[in-house]
């Protein structure tokens, strides 16, 4: 028996294209090897990036103009207050996931 690896895989979703990413990334992670703690970036008291040792993955999309979404401002917020050797000491893996770079491809992926 192995202990699989566990990772925090954190998203931020205006529409629910991240999030449905990030619940098929946590589906997929046990094929793998490894455990996913999946959480919103908006339910903060269920991960603490201060003190977390695992790998933390974020899968977060971005509306408008670039804005991030509803769910993840708070989350915006705090890191802005944070510094950046801080992150590096987490351990942080950033993976963003942006539907609007390009009109037209997001309109082709919609028709698929």
């Known amino acids: ?10 998203y931020g979703s205006q529409k629910g294209q991240a999030q449905s990413i990030a619940e098929g990334v946590a589906e997929e992670a046990g094929d793998h090897g490894l455990v996913a703690e999946l ?22 999309s971005t509306t408008g103009d670039g804005e991030p979404p509803d769910n993840a401002l708070g989350f915006v917020k705090r890191i802005k207050r944070k510094t950046l050797a801080m992150l590096f000491r987490s351990r942080i893996l950033v993976f963003l996931h942006a539907l609007f770079l390009n009109p037209l491809i997001y309109h082709s992926l919609q028709k698929d």
Do not use: G
């Open 1 to 10: 028996m192995y202990l699989k690896r566990r990772f925090v895989l954190l």
């Open 39 to 60: 959480s919103c970036l908006d339910n903060s008291e269920k991960y603490n990036l201060e003190k977390e040792t695992a790998p933390v993955v974020f899968i977060v």
